[in-house]
């Protein structure tokens, strides 16, 4: 069988095999093909050696004919190899079946709420359904939405209650003792009747296990006609009965604050103990939330509005607070060290 004779069958033999291949579909059959062809041992391998054996006068068609059967299977071969990395791409596919209606991973690190946020929420959701709106204010102000205003004038005694961060500036200026100066900026700015809560950051110098520099205070009050001590006391039992839970006991406590006339601190029934006294409570049965009273006549004076007129309630307390009693923290200071770990064990959501 002359030379041309054998390219012609092992052209024929690759194309057979080369088919089945294709049918295999398999990154492997492609590889064998390569092998028994272009090999060490291969067909067209073997063909280029019998080139030796053919006549000089023959030589040059035979090596021309060898040639390009080589050139051939070559080609073929190296368009096989990228066609098997969509054959591996397709076993991968049918192996593993993609099902669309399957829920996503859950996330393995996903942040939550700081405590304070939580409450912060919470709150918001409960006076919003009162019919409170939330207003913001500046965390450094001027000596006279902080004190003079809200009746605490210069040299006034209760400014020694709140030590206070004074802040360099040509005006008399600091970072807030409490949300107390968003009373005077509402009702410098809009007319009875308001309705306002305003929760914020606020500033004392002080630190130890239930105090920080910095914490958290809700502001709210009420301005318009007629309203009365009674309006005051629905409205802190309603949001006290909310936050804590219905079964738990409120009561009012007379107490002095400046800028309210009269002043009230006001309690919930420990929740630990049910009122019969435990550590959480000093043993007194009563966990204090915070101060209230009716505005003062002279901090209505200080803003304009007429006090024969108008009459209204305030009331603050620190978010920080309620947060420790919710989630039962010993320490304040946990709240501001923002450690991974701790933060952690709230939830995502608040509610
Ligand atoms: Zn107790």
Known sequence: MSLLEKSEIIKKEFETDRAKAVSDAKPEAVEALRVSYLGRKGKVTALMEDLRNVSKEDRPAAGKAVNLIRQFIEGSIDELKSQARSWELAAIINREPLDVTLPVDEQKQVGSLHPVSIVRQQLIKVFRSLGFTVVDGPEIDFDFF????????????????QDTFYVDAPEKMLLRTHTSNIQIHTMLNERPPLRVIAPGRVFRCDNDMTHTPMFHQIEGFVVDENITFAHLKGTIDTFLKAIFGSTLKTRFRPSFFPFVEPGAEFDVECGVCKGKGCRTCKDTGWIEIGGC???????????????SRYSGFAFGFGMDRIAMNRFALPDLRQLFEGDYEFLGHFPVHSN
């Open 293 to 307: 009273g009716m505005i003062h006549p002279n901090v209505f004076e200080a803003v304009g509005y007429d006090s």
């Open 146 to 161: 902080n004190f003079s205003a809200l009746n605490i004038p210069d040299h006034h005694p209760a400014r020694d209650m």
